[in-house]
Protein backbone atom coordinates (compact mmCIF):
# COMPACT_ATOMS: atom_id res chain seq x y z
CA UNK A 1 0.00 0.00 0.00
CA UNK A 2 1.09 3.41 -1.22
CA UNK A 3 1.98 6.00 1.45
CA UNK A 4 -0.37 9.12 0.56
CA UNK A 5 -0.48 13.06 1.49
CA UNK A 6 -3.10 14.84 0.43
CA UNK A 7 -1.05 18.27 0.72
CA UNK A 8 0.75 16.92 -2.48
CA UNK A 9 -2.63 16.68 -4.16
CA UNK A 10 -3.50 19.80 -3.23
CA UNK A 11 -0.14 21.59 -3.76
CA UNK A 12 1.61 20.09 -7.29
CA UNK A 13 0.31 22.07 -9.85
CA UNK A 14 0.84 25.02 -7.72
CA UNK A 15 4.31 24.15 -6.75
CA UNK A 16 4.86 22.76 -10.63
CA UNK A 17 4.34 26.18 -12.03
CA UNK A 18 7.16 27.61 -10.07
CA UNK A 19 9.48 25.26 -11.03
CA UNK A 20 8.64 25.43 -15.02
CA UNK A 21 10.37 28.66 -14.76
CA UNK A 22 13.87 27.34 -12.95
CA UNK A 23 13.84 23.55 -14.09
CA UNK A 24 14.29 23.71 -17.71
CA UNK A 25 17.89 23.18 -18.74
CA UNK A 26 19.01 21.65 -15.73
CA UNK A 27 20.58 18.44 -15.65
CA UNK A 28 20.36 16.23 -12.46
CA UNK A 29 18.15 17.47 -9.34
CA UNK A 30 18.46 16.29 -5.41
CA UNK A 31 14.93 16.78 -3.88
CA UNK A 32 15.21 16.68 0.20
CA UNK A 33 12.95 15.25 1.91
CA UNK A 34 10.61 13.27 -0.61
CA UNK A 35 7.98 12.26 2.19
CA UNK A 36 5.51 9.61 0.37
CA UNK A 37 7.46 10.43 -3.28
CA UNK A 38 4.76 12.06 -5.17
CA UNK A 39 5.88 14.94 -5.60
CA UNK A 40 8.67 12.93 -7.18
CA UNK A 41 6.82 11.18 -9.36
CA UNK A 42 4.75 14.08 -10.26
CA UNK A 43 7.34 16.39 -11.25
CA UNK A 44 9.49 13.95 -12.79
CA UNK A 45 7.45 13.23 -15.23
CA UNK A 46 7.08 16.43 -16.66
CA UNK A 47 10.61 17.21 -16.53
CA UNK A 48 11.69 14.20 -18.34
CA UNK A 49 15.25 15.70 -19.40
CA UNK A 50 15.87 16.03 -15.65
CA UNK A 51 17.53 12.98 -13.47
CA UNK A 52 15.16 13.46 -10.20
CA UNK A 53 17.06 11.99 -7.22
CA UNK A 54 14.72 11.21 -4.31
CA UNK A 55 16.54 11.42 -0.82
CA UNK A 56 14.88 10.82 3.26
CA UNK A 57 15.94 9.06 5.83
CA UNK A 58 15.56 5.21 5.44
CA UNK A 59 12.45 4.93 7.70
CA UNK A 60 10.70 6.57 4.67
CA UNK A 61 12.36 4.60 1.61
CA UNK A 62 9.48 1.88 1.60
CA UNK A 63 6.83 4.32 0.62
CA UNK A 64 8.84 6.46 -1.78
CA UNK A 65 9.73 2.87 -4.08
CA UNK A 66 6.24 1.92 -4.05
CA UNK A 67 5.64 4.97 -5.88
CA UNK A 68 8.78 5.15 -7.78
CA UNK A 69 8.24 1.55 -8.84
CA UNK A 70 4.81 1.58 -10.14
CA UNK A 71 5.55 4.76 -11.76
CA UNK A 72 8.49 3.52 -13.64
CA UNK A 73 10.09 6.54 -15.35
CA UNK A 74 13.58 6.19 -16.31
CA UNK A 75 14.81 9.73 -14.84
CA UNK A 76 13.65 8.84 -11.36
CA UNK A 77 15.81 7.16 -9.14
CA UNK A 78 15.51 5.42 -5.77
CA UNK A 79 15.85 7.23 -2.37
CA UNK A 80 19.12 8.00 -1.26
CA UNK A 81 19.51 7.74 2.94
CA UNK A 82 19.80 11.11 3.26
CA UNK A 83 19.41 12.90 7.08
CA UNK A 84 20.34 16.41 6.30
CA UNK A 85 22.50 16.48 10.09
CA UNK A 86 25.01 13.70 8.72
CA UNK A 87 28.24 14.97 7.73
CA UNK A 88 29.51 14.08 5.19
CA UNK A 89 26.13 13.97 2.76
CA UNK A 90 26.50 11.21 -0.09
CA UNK A 91 28.59 12.37 -2.99
CA UNK A 92 26.67 14.43 -5.19
CA UNK A 93 26.89 17.42 -7.08
CA UNK A 94 23.58 18.93 -8.47
CA UNK A 95 22.18 21.58 -10.45
CA UNK A 96 19.13 21.80 -8.88
CA UNK A 97 17.84 21.02 -5.14
CA UNK A 98 13.99 20.98 -4.28
CA UNK A 99 12.41 20.29 -1.36
CA UNK A 100 8.94 20.99 0.19
CA UNK A 101 7.37 20.81 3.28
CA UNK A 102 10.42 20.28 5.51
CA UNK A 103 11.89 23.00 7.03
CA UNK A 104 9.11 23.70 9.43
CA UNK A 105 9.18 19.86 10.94
CA UNK A 106 12.96 19.53 11.53
CA UNK A 107 14.96 21.33 14.82
CA UNK A 108 16.73 24.40 13.71
CA UNK A 109 19.78 22.80 14.15
CA UNK A 110 18.72 20.51 10.89
CA UNK A 111 17.53 23.58 9.19
CA UNK A 112 20.84 24.97 9.14
CA UNK A 113 22.47 21.70 8.30
CA UNK A 114 20.55 21.22 5.23
CA UNK A 115 21.42 24.62 4.04
CA UNK A 116 25.02 24.22 4.46
CA UNK A 117 24.54 20.93 2.98
CA UNK A 118 23.04 22.49 -0.14
CA UNK A 119 25.53 24.91 -0.28
CA UNK A 120 28.14 21.93 -0.98
CA UNK A 121 26.11 20.07 -3.10
CA UNK A 122 25.14 22.52 -5.23
CA UNK A 123 26.60 23.44 -8.47
CA UNK A 124 27.51 27.44 -9.49
CA UNK A 125 24.53 28.93 -10.95
CA UNK A 126 22.17 26.07 -9.60
CA UNK A 127 19.37 26.67 -7.46
CA UNK A 128 17.99 25.59 -4.15
CA UNK A 129 13.67 25.76 -4.68
CA UNK A 130 11.86 25.66 -0.67
CA UNK A 131 8.64 25.24 -0.18
CA UNK A 132 6.18 26.01 2.57
CA UNK A 133 5.13 28.31 5.38
CA UNK A 134 7.37 31.15 6.84
CA UNK A 135 7.02 34.32 8.88
CA UNK A 136 8.19 37.37 7.92
CA UNK A 137 10.18 39.74 10.22
CA UNK A 138 8.89 37.89 13.29
CA UNK A 139 5.29 37.41 12.29
CA UNK A 140 3.01 35.22 10.64
CA UNK A 141 2.00 36.01 6.97
CA UNK A 142 -1.85 34.52 7.87
CA UNK A 143 -3.69 33.22 10.92
CA UNK A 144 -3.59 29.89 9.53
CA UNK A 145 0.28 29.86 9.40
CA UNK A 146 -0.05 30.67 13.43
CA UNK A 147 -2.49 27.81 14.00
CA UNK A 148 -0.19 25.92 12.35
CA UNK A 149 2.46 27.03 14.26
CA UNK A 150 1.18 26.31 17.30
CA UNK A 151 -0.07 22.73 16.07
CA UNK A 152 3.57 21.95 15.24
CA UNK A 153 4.99 23.23 18.53
CA UNK A 154 2.39 20.74 20.49
CA UNK A 155 3.61 18.02 18.45
CA UNK A 156 7.42 18.78 19.05
CA UNK A 157 9.44 21.92 20.47
CA UNK A 158 11.77 21.97 18.36
CA UNK A 159 9.37 22.49 14.86
CA UNK A 160 7.99 25.46 13.93
CA UNK A 161 7.19 27.95 10.81
CA UNK A 162 10.38 29.30 10.43
CA UNK A 163 11.72 32.94 9.66
CA UNK A 164 12.37 33.66 6.16
CA UNK A 165 15.10 36.67 7.37
CA UNK A 166 16.78 33.35 8.92
CA UNK A 167 16.40 31.36 6.16
CA UNK A 168 17.96 33.81 3.78
CA UNK A 169 20.78 34.04 6.12
CA UNK A 170 21.85 30.60 6.13
CA UNK A 171 21.48 30.76 2.37
CA UNK A 172 24.06 33.48 2.39
CA UNK A 173 26.33 31.85 4.41
CA UNK A 174 26.03 28.81 2.00
CA UNK A 175 27.16 31.06 -1.19
CA UNK A 176 23.81 31.73 -2.38
CA UNK A 177 21.16 34.52 -3.06
CA UNK A 178 17.90 35.13 -3.04
CA UNK A 179 16.32 34.96 -6.67
CA UNK A 180 12.82 35.42 -6.23
CA UNK A 181 9.93 34.63 -3.42
CA UNK A 182 7.11 33.22 -4.65
CA UNK A 183 3.52 33.49 -3.47
CA UNK A 184 1.64 30.50 -3.14
CA UNK A 185 -1.89 29.07 -2.17
CA UNK A 186 -2.76 28.11 1.44
CA UNK A 187 -0.51 30.72 2.81
CA UNK A 188 2.59 29.11 1.61
CA UNK A 189 5.78 30.45 -0.31
CA UNK A 190 8.51 29.07 -2.32
CA UNK A 191 11.70 30.70 -1.70
CA UNK A 192 14.01 30.29 -4.83
CA UNK A 193 18.14 30.62 -4.30
CA UNK A 194 20.59 30.91 -6.63
CA UNK A 195 24.36 29.77 -5.74
CA UNK A 196 27.22 32.15 -6.76
Request: proline content about 7%; aromatic content about 10%; some cysteine.
Amino acid sequence: MKPFAESCEQNKHAILSVLQDYLPGRRRLLEIGSGTGQHAVFFAARFPHLHWQTSDRVENHAGIRAWLEEAALPNLALPLALDVTDTPWPPLSVDAVFSANTAHIMPWEAVAAMFAGVGRVLEDGGVFCLYGPFNYQGDYSAESNRRFDAWLRQQDPRQGVRDFEALDALAQQAGMRLLRDHPMPADNRTLVWRKG
